[in-house]
Nanobody
Framework: QVQLVESGGGLVQAGGSLRLSCAAS????????MGWFRQAPGKEREFVAG????????YYRDSVKGRFAISRDNAKNTVSLLMNSLEPDDTAIYYC?????????????????WGQGTQVTVSS
């Protein structure tokens, strides 16, 4: 049974920082392309950040470049998203996802496993 469980969401003021964590079971994160997506009310789910299965390549949507950083801890089998300089437009439910084909994609349908999401709210 594959499970991805996000944690670390909450309420933060604009300009603040937050670290999200994705705990994986039933799969080893070092064997998958891992990604973070987000969805705000009334909007489509959008790509935020990705990490290659080798751990050697990261990629981000333009609006978070220089502010967010994706990483993984192989010993804990977790993937994290460090979010700095948060803005109100970052408010959304954030989802962790995994792709066994190891394609570096920013398209949601490429990812076969998904977590339940964690709410991030950034106040102005």
């Amino acid at each position: 049974q594959v499970q991805l469980v996000e944690s670390g969401g909450g309420l933060v003021q604009a300009g603040g920082s937050l670290r999200l964590s994705c705990a994986a079971s039933g799969l080893t994160v070092s064997n998958y392309t891992m990604g973070w997506f987000r969805q705000a009310p009334g909007k489509e789910r959008e790509f935020v950040a990705g990490l290659s299965w080798t751990g050697g390549t990261t990629y981000y949507r333009d609006s978070v470049k220089g502010r967010f950083a994706i990483s993984r801890d192989n010993a804990k089998n977790t993937v994290s998203l460090l979010m700095n300089s948060l803005e109100p437009d970052d408010t959304a439910i954030y989802y962790c996802a995994a792709d066994s084909t190891r394609i570096t994609s920013r398209v949601p349908r490429q990812y076969e496993y998904w977590g339940q999401g964690t709410q991030v709210t950034v106040s102005s």
